[in-house]
């Protein structure tokens, strides 16, 4: 279609935007519009695929003094080793369940996390969650995280510009959540306080 589109307006220069929808979030969009004779207004496919590979942002993160929540550095890519992972972590005391298995990519139209209460779970539904994680993502590979009761889930919208200039926007709270699943957002976010606002402002800002 995008083929198509800039064939019929060789002669003018046309701009294509993906909005919201899960091309928005397809790094290689921007390369698609360009071979189509078209203009992406999108983020730089960089920008994306950096997004994209959640361990490769975690690593920067850390490397910033961003804090995070992974109880291991061994990504799993299975439930024999997921279940591996968790014993060795309980008997070390570093962790025990509940705890939170996430996608190492970001998986398209969320899905990307799913609390793990116990060890029945390995058994009924993170084998066919993980077959999920690997159609939206391309692989299968996942980490355990801690688990926080009551947790907030915040989003930080911004803009970087070139100049390296930041502009944040108003916080998003997706904390209403169905297996990983947003139902709601809220924006802006109503339970935020000024202390964790600027956190976030900071946090962000070292990984940008």
């Known amino acids: 279609a995008l083929i198509e589109m800039g064939e019929e307006r060789q002669h003018d220069h046309c701009w294509v935007q993906p909005g919201v929808s899960i091309w928005s979030e397809r790094s290689e969009f921007e390369g698609w519009a360009r071979k189509s004779g078209l203009s992406a207004v999108a ?30 550095d061994d990504p799993v890519t299975s439930t024999r080793e997921i279940e591996t992972q968790i014993r060795k972590l ?13 996608s190492a990519y970001r998986v398209r139209g969320g899905y990307g996390a799913r609390i793990m209460r116990n060890l029945d779970d390995l058994k009924e539904w993170v084998p066919i969650w993980m077959n999920h994680v690997q159609e939206s993502s391309g692989a299968s590979l996942v980490y355990v995280e801690k688990y926080l009761e009551g947790a907030r889930y915040y989003v930080q919208p911004f803009a970087r510009l070139k100049s390296g200039e930041i502009q944040f926007f108003p916080v998003v709270d997706g904390s209403l959540m169905f297996e990983g699943k947003n139902w709601i957002e809220v924006c802006p976010a109503q339970s935020i ?16």
Do not use: M
Not at 46 to 59: D, E, G, P, S, V
Not at 90 to 102: F, G, M, Q, R, Y
């Open 90 to 102: 309980s008997a070390e005391t570093t962790a025990s369940l509940p705890c939170v298995l996430k």
């Open 43 to 72: 983020a730089p496919a960089k920008a994306l695929h950096f997004f994209w590979n959640t361990l490769q942002l975690i690593k920067v993160a850390t490397a910033q003094g961003v804090p995070n929540l992974i109880l291991s």
């Open 193 to 208: 306080d000024d202390h964790v606002q600027s956190k976030i402002e900071d946090y962000s800002e070292r990984i940008l």
